[in-house]
């Protein structure tokens, strides 16, 4: 088994959107050394940018923070023949479990490891270093690639083999979307009958529908008006393309999800019209 990674190496980061900026400040503040690559080269202002993916070649951990399962893809399919045997892909990018499985394989296959790593807690717990990992993939592969992940994550959790991530990450964002649209419904039916929605929180708070969703309340509309000032189309945002993820997955599963469904048909209008309501009050 390779020895845990340390900061001798060069980490390559691609992707600088609302979570991977903040990570790549995070890594370097512990001491890492930083390759970056953007398709907007201005997102990369202040770090070593490279031109392209294959540029990050040299560099003996590679992460990423693209999109989705497509530009995960792509740039996987250039790099992972110029890596080095014992390299390190992690996959910080919420993509499909089958995704990550064919990823792994691949990898495999150059004698790379690669893990699937997706996270949770949002840009501000980034650029602190304290988001949550849920690593799928190698145990060994886990522990050498610690010491990076420990400098963006406070909790880094094996939950499986490859996939096992990917699919955790879901299930998380299933729960939380599930608690964000009745908490705007219930809001919507307090405001009705004249009650404030923070009297509602204040209400929530000490009571059984507490959550981590009315706990931080505005969260979303923050996240939404960052998308909006990146460009980033409501497709691409988590409450939309997070919670198809989550019903392609379970068809893949044959299991049935019907509030996923639901949700993926209805709650991304009811996050950006609530988003769009903040920022004109």
Known sequence: MAPPIDRTITVGFAGLGNLG??????????????KVYDQEPAKGEGLELVEGPAELAGC????????????????????????????????????????????????????????????????????????????????????????????????????????????????????????????????????AYGVPEQTVLDAVATSTGDSWVSRNWGFFDRVAAAYDTAGTPVRNRPWSKDLWDVVAAAREADVQVPLAGLLAQHLADQVEAHARKGSAS
């Open 21 to 34: 900026r903040p990570m790549t400040e995070a890594l370097g503040r512990d001491g890492w050394q930083l």
């Open 60 to 191: 003996a951990v590679i992460a990423l923070a693209v999109p989705d399962d497509e530009a995960v893809t792509a740039i996987l399919t250039e790099l992972l023949p110029l890596l080095a045997a014992e390299s390190v892909v992690l996959i910080h990018s919420t993509v499909l479990p089958a995704t990550a499985q064919r990823l792994a394989r691949q990898a495999e296959e150059h004698g790379i490891g690669l893990l699937d790593v997706p996270v949770s807690g949002g840009a501000e717990r980034a650029l602190t270093g304290s988001l949550t990992v849920m690593a799928g993939g190698r145990a060994e592969v886990l522990e050498q690639a610690r010491p990076v992940l420990e400098s963006v994550a406070d909790t880094v959790l094996h939950v499986g083999p490859a996939g096992a991530g990917a699919a955790v990450k879901l299930a998380n964002q299933l729960m939380m979307f599930a608690a964000l649209a009745g908490a705007q419904e219930a809001l919507d039916l307090a405001g």
